[in-house]
């Protein structure tokens, strides 16, 4: 493995996925702690609208910590991803036949 330093820019544009192959969003900007002179955030556009339905309605997009980071390649795999929650009445409203 090449532990050469890359330069953070690198990172924007990238597709990011679950550790489940489930595509996130991609990479439009970084949050970064000047102080630690760390990257301690992706912020992610182009989401899931399956996962997140409300920001991609909006525009919106999400920050990722960046501990949730796996690894690093052609794509980002990232160890949690927020699940889609359902409200309960929507669920027993799809069950009635």
Do not use: C, K
């Not at 760390?38 to 920050?63: D, K, M, T, Y």
């Amino acid at each position: 493995m090449d532990d050469t330093p890359q330069e953070i820019t690198s990172l924007v544009g990238r597709e990011v996925y679950s550790n489940n192959g489930v595509f996130v969003g991609e990479v439009e900007d970084l949050r970064l702690n000047i102080d630690g002179q760390v990257v301690s955030g992706l912020a992610l556009a182009n989401l899931n609208s399956e996962l997140f339905a409300e920001e991609a309605r909006s525009g919106q997009g999400i920050i990722v910590p960046y501990r949730w980071v796996r690894s690093v390649g052609d794509i980002i795999l990232i160890n949690d991803v927020v699940e889609r929650v359902r409200d309960p009445d929507e669920e027993e409203d799809e069950l009635v036949v």
